[in-house]
């Protein structure tokens, strides 16, 4: 069966979620799909799991050496049959309809290139928090800016817009997400599934837990050179101040300052 989808998964030590991310994925309502795990130099029982989950033929494992993210999506996906790139997490989970509704959505419009979804927050505890999206191209492209609103492991893409716009970029590493969509939106619009069909887990040990200011001075190096590009007005660097006052005054401070200005939020 050729696939229409492909679903790339990175996994690195993921051996108490794995399990649930791939079912959650082998059990979607479209079936014309693949599912590419790519184990990233996993030290614990992750290969053991995945072995257990290879009955179904769609479950296909790549292992490589401890090389990061970035360089697990681009092998996964350069292997990739599928028309259109689905991301997914190892520590993530998603309902049966996601991929059938993002695909809908991609073919009914040629000018889409990335289709993110709403999603819900899953707490240690199990409390789900829902996210909610812009829910056009136009509000989509000017939150974006701000930051970076999607759930990395929400989005479906054409693999043709992907090897167009050149794949993940190792120097964006933390936020090539991020980076991706603005080249992505090159090409094409961005569209939503408004549907809460994806759930991201918190937890310390996530990407944005552990690299909170790394990420937030690539994000002014990507936000200032949008705006050398022309793509945003200079009037858009009132979107820098906060994510400026993160890296040079630290997180603790802003934390003062919150609760200081008894604000909900202040970053």
Same mark, same amino acid.
């Given at each position: 069966?050729?696939?229409?989808?492909?679903? @790339?998964?990175?996994?690195?030590?993921?051996?108490?979620?794995?399990?649930?991310?791939?079912?959650?994925?082998?059990?979607? %309502?479209?079936?014309?799909?693949?599912?590419?795990?790519?184990? #990233?130099?996993?030290?614990?029982?992750?290969?053991?799991?995945?072995?257990?989950? =290879?009955? %179904?033929?769609?479950?296909?494992?790549?292992?490589?050496?401890? &090389?990061? *993210?970035?360089?697990?999506?681009?092998?996964?996906?350069?292997?990739?049959?599928?028309?259109?790139?689905?991301? &997914? /997490? &190892?520590?993530?989970?998603?309902?049966?309809? !996601?991929?059938?509704?993002?695909?809908?959505?991609? /073919?009914?419009?040629?000018?889409?290139?990335?289709?993110?979804? /709403?999603?819900?927050?899953?707490?240690?505890?199990? $409390?789900?928090?829902?996210?909610? $999206?812009?829910?056009?191209? #136009? #509000?989509?492209?000017?939150?974006? +800016? !701000?930051?970076?609103? *999607?759930?990395?492991?929400?989005?479906?893409? !054409?693999?043709? /817009? +992907?090897?167009?716009?050149?794949?993940?970029?190792?120097?964006?590493?933390?936020?090539?997400?991020?980076?991706?969509? +603005? !080249?992505?939106?090159?090409?094409?619009?961005?569209?939503?599934?408004?549907?809460?069909?994806?759930?991201?887990?918190?937890? %310390?040990?996530?990407?944005?837990?552990?690299?909170?200011?790394? =990420?937030?001075?690539?994000?002014?190096?990507?936000?200032?050179?949008?705006? =050398?590009?022309?793509?945003?007005?200079?009037?858009?660097?009132?979107?820098?101040?906060?994510?400026?006052?993160?890296?040079?005054?630290?997180?603790?401070?802003?934390? @003062?300052?919150?609760? *200081?200005?008894?604000?909900?939020?202040?970053?």
């Amino acid at each position: 069966m050729q696939p229409v989808v492909s679903v @790339v998964m990175p996994a690195y030590n993921a051996e108490k979620t794995i399990e649930e991310a791939v079912v959650s994925i082998l059990n979607q %309502d479209l079936r014309e799909i693949e599912l590419i795990v790519v184990d #990233d130099g996993s030290t614990d029982q992750t290969g053991l799991v995945l072995a257990r989950l =290879q009955a %179904d033929s769609r479950l296909r494992v790549l292992t490589q050496k401890n &090389a990061g *993210v970035v360089a697990a999506l681009n092998a996964g996906i350069a292997v990739a049959a599928g028309t259109f790139i689905a991301r &997914a /997490d &190892a520590d993530d989970y998603y309902s049966p309809s !996601r991929l059938s509704l993002q695909r809908s959505v991609l /073919d009914a419009d040629p000018r889409v290139s990335l289709v993110y979804t /709403d999603f819900f927050k899953v707490y240690p505890d199990g $409390t789900l928090t829902p996210s909610t $999206t812009p829910d056009n191209h #136009d #509000d989509a492209m000017t939150s974006l +800016f !701000r930051g970076n609103f *999607v759930m990395h492991s929400s989005v479906m893409f !054409r693999r043709k /817009d +992907f090897i167009q716009a050149g794949g993940y970029r190792p120097e964006w590493k933390h936020i090539e997400d991020w980076e991706l969509w +603005f !080249r992505l939106t090159l090409l094409g619009k961005m569209a939503r599934v408004g549907d809460g069909v994806s759930f991201l887990r918190v937890h %310390d040990g996530s990407v944005s837990a552990k690299h909170e200011i790394f =990420q937030a001075k690539a994000g002014l190096k990507l936000r200032w050179s949008l705006i =050398q590009s022309q793509r945003y007005p200079v009037s858009s660097m009132v979107h820098m101040i906060r994510p400026a006052l993160k890296v040079f005054v630290g997180k603790h401070a802003l934390s @003062v300052a919150r609760k *200081v200005l008894g604000r909900k939020r202040y970053q």
